[in-house]
Structures are given as C-alpha cells and as structure tokens.
C-alpha cells in the first residue's frame, strides 16, 4: 500500500519561520531540567522516574479557542554523556504513551572542549527542535502529563528544555481525535518479539466518515555492522488483513556533524555519527511516516499488528527495535 510522504503535517520546513509572535501564549514544561542515570530524587518543578531517566511534569493548557497553531520546541546538550542517545517526549493518554517528539542525541552534543575537526567551523551549543504539532491538537486540553526520557546510563547525563506555544491560526491543521496504539519505545524489543509475530494491538472505532491517518515512527538500534542499526529491514504494518510496508532509512546524517563532537572519527574522514542508519540521524528528530487506513477500518473492533523482517539474530550485542504508533481522525 502507499505510504503518504506529507511531512507537511508536522510542518517542519516552516517551523523556523513562526516563532514568536506578540500573540503567542508560550507554557515552559522543562527548563534546563536533567535527564541522568542514578539520580531518583523529585525535583521543585518535576518528578523523577525510572532512576532519574524519565522526567513528567504536570500542566495546565490554555484555553483553545477555534483552531490552533501547535509549536514544540526541544533543546538539548549533554552534561557529560559523550554518547548517542535514543530519546522521546510524550503524553501519557490512558494506559498508553503518544509521542509528540522522537529523536536521537547527538555524541556529546554541545561538549566545546573537542577540537574542531572534519570541516566543522563551530561545535553548535545545542540541539535546538521545532516542530509543529497542531495535528495532536485534540491531546491539549485542561492540565496534562508530559514526560521526557532519554535512554542515558551515566550520570551527569543530559539537559533538557521544552516549550510549547499556542496560536490561534485559521490555517493550523488541527483533527477532531487522537486513537493511541502501540509503544515499544524503551522495552528493547528483537527478534525474539519479531520472530513470533510481532506486536499486536486492537481498537474499538465508531467510525465516521472522517479521514483516518495513522502515524508510525520506527527506528533499529544496537548490533555490529550486520545489526538492525545499519542494515535495511522491512517493516511491515496489518491493519485488518492489509499490509502497509516501509523500510525506515536515513542516510543524511553527515550534515549533522557540529552536534556530534564526541562521535568517533576513523581514517579517511568518516565518523561514526555519519553512518546511515535505520531511520534515524544523531542528533536530529525521527519522523513518523503517515499512512492513510480510512478505507481499512471498520466500525467496531479493529486489530493492528507491527512487525520486522529479518531482524538480526548473530550479533552478540543486543538489537532492538523503538515503535510507536496512533491514529489521527480529521
């Protein structure tokens, strides 16, 4: 089936061009706040959770009059952690988790102590996102949980600042609900899960005749060079005996070398940060790709199942697999 490549919903090339504005109302959710390994203690302005890895904070939305323009904003340096981490930022929905944001740190992302190298002019201070996310307009209401996690193992770890702006903008694209399906983002799932099946999930709908998108973010982790991090699989998607296939797959991530200061650097000038990857690039965000399922839904129970092809079985370093997925009713 084909995959829809309208990135225009999260609108990321304009993104740059609508921040501020004297009629923004702008909510800090994290402020310079730490993301760290062994440190378990709730802080004045945020709870602490899974060790110091996971950070929440409780706010209260505006109220949205009409439609609204939805902005994100991720700042990021690492405090001490000279490696690349998988990381997310999320609403908790029920039982389930909603990704607003997925990204990988850089190598030591904002560390000027390295020396410049490799046509690199300046180390950049910061990983600095935005992104927007009116398309989840239906998630912002009353006061909410926001969570933060970075997949860090050391301590100090990270820094991290979010901020989100609203604004009332008739052209923002906003939808009538959000349905949560899977998370695996954290459970280090392989090819013990893959090789049986994969991951299945159901949903009741009462359908209409809205339009049905469904949002799926994918990223392969971990191995050797014959890994799922570095090699091509199929991901395959069934929504009701319908199979959605992709292979998430980035090979941009050279362009991302002033947020990789500590990556490793091999002869002939090839850095570890530069490496294509299973969809994702140190340093920068993990897209979702967005398939439209109108016509593969039913009014009633619907099940979906997630899995990947020939996940690596030989390395003797773990491989795993990051999915999430939801589905967006306009």
Same mark, same amino acid.
């Given at each position: 089936?084909?995959?829809?490549?309208?990135?225009?919903?999260?609108?990321?090339?304009?993104?740059?061009?609508?921040?501020?504005?004297?009629?923004?109302? $702008?909510?800090?959710? =994290?402020?310079?706040?730490?993301?760290?390994?062994?440190?378990?203690?709730?802080?004045?302005?945020?709870?602490?959770?899974?060790?110091?890895?996971?950070?929440?904070?409780?706010?209260?939305?505006?109220?949205?009059?009409?439609? $609204?323009?939805?902005?994100?904003?991720?700042?990021?340096?690492?405090?001490?952690?000279?490696?690349?981490?998988?990381?997310?930022?999320?609403?908790?929905?029920?039982?389930?988790?909603?990704?607003?944001?997925? =990204?990988?740190?850089? %190598?030591?992302?904002?560390?000027?102590?390295?020396?410049?190298?490799?046509?690199?002019?300046?180390?950049?201070?910061?990983?600095?996102?935005?992104?927007?996310?009116?398309?989840? =307009?239906?998630?912002?209401?009353?006061?909410?949980?926001?969570?933060?996690?970075?997949?860090?193992?050391?301590?100090?770890?990270?820094?991290?600042?979010?901020?989100?702006?609203?604004?009332?903008?008739?052209?923002?694209?906003?939808?009538?609900?959000?349905?949560?399906?899977?998370?695996? $983002?954290?459970?280090?799932?392989?090819?013990?899960? %893959?090789?049986?099946?994969?991951?299945?999930? $159901?949903?009741?709908?009462?359908?209409?005749?809205?339009?049905?998108?469904?949002?799926?973010?994918?990223?392969?982790?971990?191995?050797?060079?014959?890994?799922?991090?570095?090699?091509?699989?199929?991901?395959?998607?069934?929504?009701?005996?319908?199979?959605?296939?992709?292979?998430?797959?980035?090979?941009?991530?050279?362009?991302?070398?002033?947020?990789?200061?500590?990556?490793?650097?091999?002869?002939?000038?090839?850095?570890?940060?530069?490496?294509?990857?299973?969809?994702?690039?140190?340093?920068?965000?993990?897209?979702?790709?967005? %398939?439209?399922?109108?016509?593969?839904?039913?009014?009633?129970?619907?099940? %979906?199942? =997630?899995?990947?092809?020939?996940?690596?079985?030989?390395?003797?370093?773990?491989?795993?697999?990051?999915?999430?997925?939801?589905?967006?009713?306009?």
């Amino acid at each position: 089936m084909k995959m829809i490549k309208i990135m225009f919903l999260i609108s990321l090339i304009s993104v740059s061009n609508v921040f501020p504005n004297e009629l923004d109302t $702008t909510i800090t959710v =994290f402020n310079t706040s730490q993301i760290q390994f062994g440190d378990s203690v709730n802080k004045s302005d945020y709870m602490v959770f899974d060790k110091g890895r996971i950070i929440s904070n409780l706010v209260k939305i505006p109220v949205l009059n009409g439609t $609204t323009r939805i902005l994100a904003n991720l700042k990021i340096k690492s405090l001490g952690d000279k490696w690349d981490r998988f990381g997310s930022v999320y609403i908790n929905s029920g039982t389930k988790k909603i990704e607003l944001i997925k =990204f990988m740190t850089g %190598f030591g992302v904002g560390n000027k102590s390295v020396p410049l190298t490799g046509g690199v002019d300046a180390w950049d201070d910061e990983m600095n996102l935005k992104v927007d996310i009116s398309y989840l =307009f239906p998630l912002f209401k009353d006061s909410i949980n926001i969570c933060a996690f970075i997949d860090t193992w050391v301590m100090p770890g990270w820094e991290l600042s979010f901020y989100l702006t609203f604004r009332s903008d008739i052209y923002a694209l906003n939808s009538k609900n959000i349905y949560p399906l899977v998370n695996t $983002t954290g459970d280090f799932l392989n090819y013990k899960i %893959f090789n049986n099946g994969g991951v299945s999930d $159901t949903l009741d709908l009462v359908k209409s005749n809205s339009k049905y998108l469904m949002y799926y973010y994918s990223s392969g982790h971990g191995g050797d060079s014959a890994g799922d991090e570095f090699n091509m699989k199929e991901n395959i998607i069934t929504v009701s005996n319908t199979n959605f296939n992709l292979i998430p797959w980035r090979d941009d991530c050279r362009r991302f070398r002033s947020l990789n200061p500590t990556s490793a650097k091999w002869e002939g000038d090839l850095w570890s940060s530069d490496l294509s990857r299973s969809g994702w690039c140190p340093g920068d965000l993990s897209l979702p790709y967005v %398939f439209n399922i109108t016509q593969n839904l039913s009014n009633g129970k619907n099940i %979906f199942n =997630f899995n990947i092809l020939n996940s690596d079985t030989t390395t003797e370093v773990l491989d795993y697999w990051n999915i999430s997925a939801f589905i967006v009713e306009y």
